[in-house]
């Protein structure tokens, strides 16, 4: 059975920069879609990025592109989310999530939320 397992949050500094990481256990990624989402105190999830299971494909939320990046290493069985140029609205619970489908995410947007698994989350707070 696989389960997600986020790591990589923490207390960082307006500018600064962090990696998540989505580490697959019981199970590998394989080839599955894997998206990012964050929830803020008081606000709806909202989807921040996806990639595409062959990792060529990655659609990100506006306000992240640019400074935001996914990868992967099925190998590894991980999934990433590096975060340059963090401001305090990017504070909130970061958590991974697998599409068994494959379709989830395909074309320009917009990014999904009905994905099959989800992790627990890592808590990252971007504060001065």
């Known amino acids: 059975q696989l389960q997600l397992v986020e790591s990589g949050g923490g207390l960082v500094q307006p500018g600064g920069s962090l990696t998540l990481s989505c580490a697959g256990s019981g199970s590998t990624l394989d080839h599955y879609v894997v998206g990012w989402f964050r929830r803020a105190p008081g606000k709806e999830r909202e989807g921040v990025s996806c990639?595409?299971?062959?990792?060529?494909?990655?659609i990100y939320k506006q306000s992240v592109k640019g400074r935001f990046t996914t990868s992967r290493d099925d190998a590894k069985s991980t999934v990433w989310l590096h975060m340059n140029y963090l401001t305090p609205e990017d504070t909130g619970l970061y958590f991974c999530a697998v599409d068994y489908s494959g379709s989830v995410c395909r074309g320009e947007g917009p990014l999904r939320d009905d994905y099959d698994l989800w992790g627990s989350g890592t808590q990252v707070t971007v504060s001065s």
């Open positions: 990639i595409s299971g062959s990792g060529a494909h990655t």
